[in-house]
């Protein structure tokens, strides 16, 4: 019988944890979010980090900035909160407006606040099988739910489909210095099919609906669903084929309610992480 992952669960059990360490601190963590423009859905992503980060006890600022904001007045903000004793975390939330380029300023971002693991020093420490001062939010929620599930990853066949340096390439780089053998696909690969059809693991992060069919599971594999694209009648689905698959594989994530919650959850805990470690407390 096919397990149905459940990331509400699991995000809700982690941020209880984080909320009793919390409480215990001398000092609250702090999280500053930078919003530019008004993508609408940045404006939600950003409004349930907000509400998640006040529930588990931290300070959060949110700097919401205006679409026009230039390269210099973003940077002399990034400049200030890496500066600021209160922030522990920054994140900066993406996508940006065109006309800023997100690497002038993801780099720019103390790699020891960087909470989103997406600085060149984290991203370094994490492709040479080194600790990272925090791992990216949601390839290290994926590999929380394989674990909170019990799933195999040593030895293992993964089949990451997607590329990004934000999901593909960091969820790789766990998955290998996890012992798994692992085959990176994309929407271009030849064959994907018979590629995907080797997987035990499957993580799919392309953004394209029901790009994984029933026909490219072998029985009893894990699948990851990390897409989230919003449908013609307005509801959210993912990459997967979920209701055709979910009776072929061994576990499977749904859409919403799998790796979404562990997302914010990952954040979360990347904060009271970086706070423990600028105070010396781990």
Same mark, same amino acid.
């Given at each position: 019988?096919?397990?149905?992952?459940?990331?509400?669960?699991?995000?809700?059990?982690?941020?209880?944890?984080?909320?009793?360490?919390?409480?215990?601190?001398?000092?609250?963590?702090?999280?500053?979010?930078?919003?530019?423009?008004?993508?609408?859905?940045?404006?939600?992503?950003?409004?349930?980090?907000?509400?998640?980060?006040?529930?588990?006890?931290?300070?959060?600022?949110?700097?919401?900035?205006?679409?026009?904001?230039?390269?210099?007045?973003?940077?002399?903000?990034?400049?200030?909160?890496?500066?600021?004793?209160?922030?522990?975390?920054?994140?900066?939330?993406?996508?940006?407006?065109?006309?800023?380029?997100?690497?002038?300023?993801?780099?720019?971002?103390?790699?020891?606040?960087?909470?989103?693991?997406?600085?060149?020093?984290?991203?370094?420490?994490?492709?040479?099988?080194?600790?990272?001062?925090?791992?990216?939010?949601?390839?290290? @929620? *994926? %590999? !929380?739910?394989? $674990?909170?599930?019990?799933?195999?990853?040593?030895?293992? /066949?993964?089949?990451?489909?997607?590329?990004?340096?934000?999901?593909?390439?960091?969820?790789?780089?766990?998955?290998?210095?996890?012992?798994?053998?692992?085959?990176?696909?994309?929407?271009?690969?030849?064959?994907?099919?018979?590629?995907?059809?080797?997987?035990?693991?499957?993580?799919?992060?392309?953004?394209?609906?029901?790009?994984?069919?029933?026909?490219?599971?072998?029985?009893?594999?894990?699948?990851?669903?990390? @897409? *989230? %694209? !919003?449908?013609? $009648?307005?509801?959210?689905?993912?990459?997967?084929?979920? /209701?055709?698959?979910?009776?072929?594989?061994?576990?499977?994530?749904?859409?919403?309610?799998?790796?979404?919650?562990?997302?914010?959850?990952?954040?979360?805990?990347?904060?009271?992480?970086?706070?423990?470690?600028?105070?010396?407390?781990?």
């Amino acid at each position: 019988m096919t397990v149905i992952i459940d990331g509400r669960a699991c995000a809700e059990k982690i941020l209880e944890n984080i909320k009793i360490k919390t409480s215990k601190l001398n000092k609250k963590p702090g999280l500053s979010v930078i919003l530019v423009g008004e993508n609408p859905a940045s404006k939600v992503y950003v409004k349930n980090k907000e509400k998640k980060a006040i529930e588990a006890g931290f300070n959060s600022n949110v700097y919401r900035l205006p679409e026009n904001t230039s390269k210099l007045e973003l940077l002399n903000l990034i400049d200030k909160l890496n500066n600021e004793d209160n922030t522990d975390g920054i994140l900066l939330q993406l996508p940006l407006p065109k006309h800023l380029n997100p690497s002038d300023f993801l780099d720019k971002i103390d790699p020891k606040k960087d909470v989103d693991g997406f600085h060149p020093i984290n991203s370094g420490k994490l492709l040479n099988n080194e600790k990272p001062y925090v791992i990216p939010c949601t390839p290290k @929620g *994926i %590999i !929380r739910l394989l $674990d909170e599930y019990n799933i195999e990853i040593a030895e293992k /066949n993964a089949v990451v489909i997607g590329r990004s340096n934000i999901v593909g390439k960091p969820v790789s780089m766990l998955l290998l210095n996890k012992n798994a053998t692992v085959t990176i696909a994309h929407s271009k690969t030849k064959n994907l099919i018979d590629v995907v059809k080797q997987a035990d693991i499957i993580v799919s992060a392309t953004g394209i609906s029901n790009i994984i069919t029933k026909d490219m599971v072998k029985e009893g594999a894990a699948v990851i669903d990390v @897409g *989230i %694209i !919003r449908g013609e $009648d307005g509801k959210l689905k993912g990459d997967v084929d979920f /209701n055709n698959i979910k009776d072929i594989a061994g576990f499977i994530t749904p859409v919403p309610g799998g790796v979404g919650p562990m997302t914010i959850a990952m954040l979360m805990e990347n904060t009271l992480e970086l706070h423990l470690l600028r105070n010396n407390l781990c």
